[in-house]
């Protein structure tokens, strides 16, 4: 079974500061693992995907995130936080390669934007 | 999103009434899923499907049911509605699995 943790319900940076989301899983085969954004009373857009080829992976909006395997982590930054990036964030694991029984999430962090 | 719709959006009901759910795609993938998000849970899978006529069970299926008749319909039912299922819930799609998901927009759901 697979699952993930995301540390921190809500996280508080302040308007160019660096942003750190922090997403641990476990999968007993190897993951593909993803960020998705959702902003308020919106559906999920995915911000990035690690599909087991480059272990920096870049996204939209200014996001990037590596795959450590050893820490079993998918920490998500941002170098310079932006007023519109005041979301929620989510962490999520699927099976590499196989398996139709779709994605697991993390419970979310809400990132705030101070300014 | 483009390419997958759900409907309705908002819906108001009341415990004990039998309400559907419909996810409509126009991408022609195999995969479909039903989740729901609440608060401090994320999503949680309800169903799922894997082709015409063929769905299996998610986390949180109790109370819930699905059918896929055509590839791009897929209808979650709730049999009888009770409070606890007052939720938001996401369909989504995948045309090849662990790689790519598009959500639909959501529909949020009251139960009173």
């Known amino acids: 079974a697979q699952s993930v943790t995301q540390l921190g319900s809500h996280v508080s940076v302040s308007e160019g500061a660096l942003v750190l989301l922090r997403c641990n899983y476990s999968s007993s085969v190897p993951p593909y693992l993803f960020w998705y954004v959702q902003y308020p009373n919106q559906g999920l857009q995915l911000l990035l995907k690690?599909?087991?080829?480059?272990?920096l992976v870049k996204g939209i909006n200014g996001f990037e995130a590596e795959f450590k395997k050893s820490e079993t982590s998918f920490h998500l930054t941002k170098p310079s936080a932006h007023m519109s990036d005041a979301a929620e964030y989510f962490c999520?694991?699927?099976?590499?390669?196989?398996?139709?029984?779709?994605?697991?999430f993390g419970k979310g962090t809400h990132l705030i934007i101070q300014p | 999103d483009a390419g997958i719709t759900q409907s309705p959006r908002h819906k108001v009901t009341e415990t004990g009434t039998p309400v559907t759910l419909r996810c409509h795609q126009t991408?022609?993938?195999?995969?479909m899923y039903w989740y729901r998000q609440d608060p401090g849970h994320g999503l949680r899978l309800i169903h799922y499907?894997?082709?015409?006529?063929?769905?299996d069970k998610g986390e949180v299926s109790d109370g819930y049911s699905v059918s896929r008749s055509k590839t791009e319909d897929f209808l979650l039912t709730l049999e009888s509605a009770t409070s606890s299922q007052t939720s938001v819930y996401f369909c989504?799609?995948?045309?090849?699995?662990?790689?790519?998901?598009?959500f639909g927009s959501g529909t949020r759901l009251t139960v009173v």
């Open positions: 991408e022609n993938h195999r995969y």
């Open positions: 989504a799609i995948s045309e090849t699995t662990g790689v790519g998901y598009t």
């Open positions: 999520a694991v699927s099976e590499g390669g196989g398996g139709a029984d779709g994605l697991t």
């Open positions: 499907s894997y082709g015409v006529k063929d769905t």
């Open positions: 690690y599909t087991s080829a480059a272990t």
